[in-house]
């Protein structure tokens, strides 16, 4: 631990300017807090990591409405294997950060809208009310949250 001239100790390799130290701050308890919300990195990848997640949900809410299609099993198995699998397409082709056809940032929206959309359907029309409005919710804050962020869904600024 170094020290400042205000005998604040200070982590080593952070940067010499506003660092605080390890339960103590040069302004107050909550100044390492502040520090890494300046820093915005933590929030950004806090967002990709919750973005991966919601993605995942996604897919997972698809497959689950597909096994509750009605119909004989072999139409349900489909359904369950299909739906998903037309999202991670979608997904894949228009939306991920290694895209084969990137689309840029308001045409962005639809293909995004039609998976996480979908999954919403898909819990709604399976009565889980609860989980498809969180699903939506989390993922239209998250989308906007990245936008404020200026960051692509690869982690890059723009």
């Given amino acids: 631990m170094g020290q400042a001239g205000n005998g604040c100790a200070k982590p080593e390799g952070w940067p010499r300017w506003d660092r605080p130290g390890l339960g103590q701050s040069c302004r107050g308890r909550v100044g390492w807090v502040i520090w890494l919300l300046r820093m915005g990195w933590v929030v950004r990848w806090f967002n990709l990591g919750l973005r991966f997640v919601l993605e995942l949900c996604a897919f997972a809410a698809l497959a689950y409405g597909g096994w509750h299609v009605p119909g004989p099993i072999w139409v349900r198995i489909l359904a369950a294997v299909a739906l998903p699998v037309a999202g991670a397409v979608v997904w894949a082709r228009w939306v991920a950060p290694k895209a084969s056809h990137p689309i840029s940032d308001p045409l962005r929206l639809v293909p995004e809208w039609v998976v996480f959309g979908g ?14 409005g969180a699903l939506a919710l989390l993922a239209a804050g998250n989308r906007w949250a990245l936008h404020a962020l200026r960051t692509d869904t690869g982690g890059r600024n723009r």
């Fill in 119 to 132: 999954a919403a359907v898909a819990l709604l029309v399976t009565g889980h009310f609860v989980l498809a």
